[in-house]
């Protein structure tokens, strides 16, 4: 079975960091693109950032410059470098696999191919 977990998360002051941690089971992070998203409070769920199977990496222009998605397939996890952190990146953060990348004019997007997600771990920003 595919499950992802994801933790890390906690309450920081804005500029601060925070390191998310998405460790898998039933599969390898060798084969799967790689996804975190985010859900705050009265809002769809949004794409932060993907890992593709060749290494590249993308992110949305929110995070950009700000956060750092790494893969330690060794350890079939994933990670979420988040620094320069801002009261708008507060949400439940989740990780999935299958991530695609969805383009608009310059911008990334990203969806999944998979449905678990897990419990998510919560990041609060203080300003």
């Known amino acids: 079975d595919v499950q992802l977990q994801a933790s890390g998360g906690g309450l920081v002051q804005a500029g601060g960091s925070l390191r998310l941690s998405c460790a898998a089971s039933?599969?390898?992070?060798?084969?799967?693109?790689i996804g975190w998203f985010r859900q705050a409070p009265g809002k769809e769920r949004e794409g932060v950032s993907c890992i593709i199977t060749d290494g590249s990496t993308y992110y949305a222009d929110s995070v950009k410059g700000r956060f750092t998605i790494s893969s330690d397939n060794a350890k079939n996890t994933v990670y979420l470098q988040m620094n320069s952190l801002k009261p708008e990146d507060t949400a439940v953060y989740y990780c999935a696999a299958g991530c695609q990348i969805v383009v608009y004019s310059g911008s990334y997007y990203f969806r999944t191919t998979f449905n678990s997600w897990g419990q998510g771990t919560q990041v609060t920003v203080s300003s």
């Open positions: 039933g599969f390898s992070f060798d084969d799967y693109a």
